[in-house]
């Protein structure tokens, strides 16, 4: 509103200085943030970094154990691991925003449509998420991107479609408890209407929930990227993926080559930590209640 | 303040003729839903100007008639009417400019402000959706509601969970004044606020009413902050009116054997009277299921087989009405009476002994005076 915007904005930023107070001075959250960052730095510069390129062959060094001149080994093909890691966590980190991007996108307006005008539009958006949620995420996404084909793309369109149900449900939930407010009855009879009411009523109120999840749900997209990529539906190769080094590596445990499935399996599990570590602590910082 | 056409000292502001409002709840494939009848036939009538009080016990309908009338809730039957006009037959449109016209205040002063706005915004908002004005005199006009309502300019950029109770309840009538109503309606405006808070938000409504004509209608359930404010009372239970009378003569003399209960439930600051008390017992029966004949018949001390059998009509009584078959006939009443009870010997004996304490106390204290009796 252009009324308020010379006063409030320094007022405005007191509230936000204090989310972030909040979340920093959170060690574990701190953490948890570090580590997204560091695997996003890693994504971005590490194939500029790293003299290794992530698909180059090469018939001298199939299957080494780390050294000094490749820190985590090769694998099969005599690839550095370490620079297919790192480029890996591209592929990861891209499946799980893009995917809880299409997620939210899908089910942030149908669940708000559901919670809020209720009836019919509720039963019908309702029942179909629902339906959804009967299949397990991963099964769904698998079954999805079985459907769509195999290409990274369609991996995070498959695992957007799948969560999506996920977020229809929060969403639906927050805007029903949202709508049952005072303020909200008191939208309606200053006399705002619907559009208005969900735009600077509902939506802002039932952000926070919406974007814990949202930390929470990446974490599960990076693994069900990493399945779907195991499983030869995700990223193609020769293109790294944590999923499909972790698919050919296993094949190399039994005989002792534990590095080209352990590094990738190291990576999966510390990304997911971070961002079920950082959306714990969003979660806290953004409650009012919590101090 | 603005005067609309039409509006005149004669014509009720508002008219509620004949509203129901039903709820269902529950039901499902196989059962019957439960119809919870909120409000069963409440017919109204509020002047122009005037302070108008309805009371009863949580559940009896009264938050749900502040509603109805404000078109919040569509009743199941029956008509509103806002000067003249059927708010039923507006259009979604026509309902958000008459909107302007009526305004709410809440009951939670910590539920009712939207936490993600400030201050400016929460109050500013009704001139920005109405288009009064420029935004500078959006802005200056925001400042003067403020100032109206007590709060400072610098309080503008806040937010809501920065202040207490009393501070937001005044955000919210500063909200509510905004684009300038004719009629406002407080759904129990000070009942959740400190004791001593509540008087200066009933100061301030009362003097906001006079300051711009304004027409008031106080939904309440406790009858003794109603008595300081409101010109007539209308006493509601399980969704019906029981009563509807000037609130003097009410307090005075009230003729409903529910409204005599409610009076009698106010506790009176004087020692003694505690055993001449009579309150109602048990519970306010389900309006799911509301009893046969007079709904209050299942806890009303002077019920007769005609009440359980025959609904009572709201019957005019001499510049009041009341809804029982035999308010003639029932025995007078104790229980209005007893805000200044006689003194006893009993009582001139305590106090004597208090006096007496308190002088001892106060001994040596000096200028200090014992203490003057109630």
């Given at each position: 509103?252009?009324?308020?915007?010379?006063?409030?904005?320094?007022?405005?930023?007191?509230?936000?200085?204090?989310?972030?107070?909040?979340?920093?001075?959170?060690?574990?959250?701190?953490?948890?943030?570090?580590?997204?960052?560091?695997?996003?730095?890693?994504?971005?510069?590490?194939?500029?970094?790293?003299?290794w390129d992530p698909v180059q062959t090469s018939w001298s060094a199939v299957r080494k154990a780390p050294s000094a001149a490749h820190w985590f080994g090769t694998d099969e093909l005599g690839r550095d691991v370490l620079a297919r890691v790192l480029s890996g966590a591209?592929a990861s980190?891209?499946?799980?925003?893009?995917?809880?991007?299409?997620?939210?996108?899908?089910?942030?307006?149908?669940?708000?449509?559901?919670?809020?005008?209720?009836?019919?539009?509720?039963?019908?958006?309702?029942?179909?998420?629902?339906?959804?949620?009967?299949?397990?995420?991963?099964?769904?996404?698998?079954?999805?991107?079985?459907?769509?084909?195999?290409?990274?793309?369609?991996?995070?369109?498959?695992?957007?479609?799948?969560?999506?149900?996920?977020?229809?449900?929060?969403?639906?939930?927050?805007?029903?408890?949202?709508?049952?407010?005072?303020?909200?009855?008191?939208?309606?009879?200053?006399?705002?209407?619907?559009?208005?009411?969900?735009?600077?009523?509902?939506?802002?109120?039932?952000?926070?929930?919406?974007?814990?999840?949202?930390?929470?749900?990446?974490?599960?997209?990076?693994i069900?990227?990493a399945s779907l990529s195991f499983l030869g539906l995700g990223q193609q190769p020769p293109a790294p993926s944590w999923g499909a080094m972790l698919n050919t590596g296993k094949n190399f445990v039994q005989q002792g080559q534990w590095w080209m499935s352990v590094f990738p399996g190291v990576a999966i599990f510390?990304?997911?930590?971070?961002?079920?570590?950082?959306?714990?602590?969003?979660?806290?910082?953004?409650?009012?209640?919590?101090? | 303040?603005?005067?609309?056409?039409?509006?005149?000292?004669?014509?009720?502001?508002?008219?509620?003729?004949?509203?129901?409002?039903?709820?269902?709840?529950?039901?499902?494939?196989?059962?019957?839903?439960?119809?919870?009848?909120?409000?069963?036939?409440?017919?109204?009538?509020?002047?122009?100007?005037?302070?108008?009080?309805?009371?009863?016990?949580?559940?009896?309908?009264?938050?749900?008639?502040?509603?109805?009338?404000?078109?919040?809730?569509?009743?199941?039957?029956?008509?509103?009417?806002?000067?003249?006009?059927?708010?039923?037959?507006?259009?979604?449109?026509?309902?958000?400019?008459?909107?302007?016209?009526?305004?709410?205040?809440?009951?939670?002063?910590?539920?009712?402000?939207?936490?993600?706005?400030?201050?400016?915004?929460?109050?500013?908002?009704?001139?920005?959706?109405?288009?009064?004005?420029?935004?500078?005199?959006?802005?200056?006009?925001?400042?003067?509601?403020?100032?109206?309502?007590?709060?400072?300019?610098?309080?503008?950029?806040?937010?809501?969970?920065?202040?207490?109770?009393?501070?937001?309840?005044?955000?919210?009538?500063?909200?509510?004044?905004?684009?300038?109503?004719?009629?406002?309606?407080?759904?129990?405006?000070?009942?959740?606020?400190?004791?001593?808070?509540?008087?200066?938000?009933?100061?301030?409504?009362?003097?906001?009413?006079?300051?711009?004509?304004?027409?008031?209608?106080?939904?309440?359930?406790?009858?003794?902050?109603?008595?300081?404010?409101?010109?007539?009372?209308?006493?509601?239970?399980?969704?019906?009116?029981?009563?509807?009378?000037?609130?003097?003569?009410?307090?005075?003399?009230?003729?409903?054997?529910?409204?005599?209960?409610?009076?009698?439930?106010?506790?009176?600051?004087?020692?003694?009277?505690?055993?001449?008390?009579?309150?109602?017992?048990?519970?306010?029966?389900?309006?799911?299921?509301?009893?046969?004949?007079?709904?209050?018949?299942?806890?009303?001390?002077?019920?007769?087989?005609?009440?359980?059998?025959?609904?009572?009509?709201?019957?005019?009584?001499?510049?009041?009405?009341?809804?029982?078959?035999?308010?003639?006939?029932?025995?007078?009443?104790?229980?209005?009476?007893?805000?200044?009870?006689?003194?006893?010997?009993?009582?001139?004996?305590?106090?004597?002994?208090?006096?007496?304490?308190?002088?001892?106390?106060?001994?040596?204290?000096?200028?200090?005076?014992?203490?003057?009796?109630?």
């Amino acid at each position: 509103m252009t009324l308020a915007l010379d006063t409030a904005s320094p007022a405005a930023a007191a509230p936000r200085s204090r989310f972030w107070g909040k979340l920093l001075r959170n060690r574990t959250a701190a953490f948890g943030g570090g580590l997204v960052v560091l695997f996003a730095l890693a994504a971005i510069l590490g194939p500029w970094v790293l003299p290794w390129d992530p698909v180059q062959t090469s018939w001298s060094a199939v299957r080494k154990a780390p050294s000094a001149a490749h820190w985590f080994g090769t694998d099969e093909l005599g690839r550095d691991v370490l620079a297919r890691v790192l480029s890996g966590a591209r592929a990861s980190l891209l499946a799980g925003v893009v995917s809880v991007s299409i997620a939210i996108a899908i089910g942030g307006p149908l669940g708000i449509a559901a919670g809020y005008f209720g009836g019919w539009t509720d039963s019908i958006i309702s029942r179909c998420t629902e339906a959804l949620l009967a299949c397990p995420f991963l099964i769904l996404a698998i079954a999805l991107g079985s459907v769509l084909g195999a290409s990274l793309v369609n991996a995070m369109i498959a695992i957007g479609i799948a969560a999506a149900p996920l977020f229809i449900r929060l969403t639906r939930g927050q805007t029903l408890a949202v709508k049952t407010e005072d303020f909200v009855e008191g939208a309606r009879a200053v006399g705002l209407p619907h559009r208005w009411i969900i735009i600077r009523y509902i939506l802002p109120n039932i952000f926070a929930p919406i974007l814990v999840q949202a930390t929470l749900i990446v974490a599960q997209a990076i693994i069900a990227e990493a399945s779907l990529s195991f499983l030869g539906l995700g990223q193609q190769p020769p293109a790294p993926s944590w999923g499909a080094m972790l698919n050919t590596g296993k094949n190399f445990v039994q005989q002792g080559q534990w590095w080209m499935s352990v590094f990738p399996g190291v990576a999966i599990f510390f990304t997911v930590l971070g961002f079920n570590l950082l959306g714990d602590g969003l979660r806290d910082a953004l409650d009012p209640r919590e101090s | 303040m603005t005067s609309g056409p039409g509006t005149s000292v004669a014509t009720p502001i508002l008219e509620l003729d004949d509203v129901r409002k039903h709820f269902r709840s529950g039901g499902g494939l196989f059962q019957k839903p439960t119809i919870v009848r909120a409000v069963d036939g409440v017919t109204l009538s509020v002047a122009t100007g005037e302070t108008l009080a309805i009371v009863g016990e949580s559940g009896c309908g009264k938050s749900t008639v502040g509603r109805l009338a404000l078109r919040l809730l569509e009743p199941t039957s029956g008509h509103v009417r806002f000067e003249g006009r059927d708010l039923g037959a507006l259009d979604e449109a026509g309902l958000r400019r008459m909107r302007r016209d009526m305004q709410m205040v809440f009951q939670d002063p910590f539920a009712s402000l939207n936490p993600r706005m400030t201050v400016a915004e929460i109050v500013g908002e009704p001139l920005w959706l109405h288009g009064m004005g420029t935004a500078r005199e959006q802005r200056e006009t925001t400042l003067d509601l403020l100032a109206t309502v007590g709060l400072r300019p610098d309080h503008a950029g806040r937010y809501p969970h920065e202040f207490s109770g009393g501070q937001r309840q005044r955000i919210g009538i500063a909200r509510a004044l905004a684009c300038k109503p004719r009629l406002v309606i407080g759904d129990e405006p000070v009942s959740a606020l400190d004791v001593s808070i509540q008087a200066q938000v009933i100061n301030l409504l009362e003097d906001l009413k006079e300051r711009f004509g304004l027409t008031l209608i106080v939904v309440a359930h406790d009858l003794a902050v109603i008595r300081h404010m409101s010109d007539r009372v209308v006493v509601m239970y399980l969704g019906k009116v029981v009563e509807v009378a000037p609130t003097a003569s009410l307090y005075k003399e009230p003729l409903h054997p529910y409204t005599r209960a409610l009076l009698a439930a106010i506790p009176v600051p004087a020692p003694g009277v505690r055993g001449e008390r009579r309150l109602l017992e048990g519970d306010i029966p389900s309006p799911a299921a509301p009893p046969s004949g007079c709904r209050f018949h299942t806890r009303c001390p002077y019920a007769q087989a005609r009440c359980s059998a025959e609904e009572p009509a709201l019957r005019d009584a001499g510049g009041r009405q009341v809804a029982c078959h035999f308010y003639e006939d029932l025995p007078g009443d104790e229980a209005a009476r007893l805000a200044v009870p006689a003194d006893t010997s009993a009582k001139a004996r305590r106090m004597a002994l208090y006096r007496a304490h308190r002088e001892r106390q106060d001994k040596g204290a000096a200028g200090a005076t014992p203490s003057t009796e109630q």
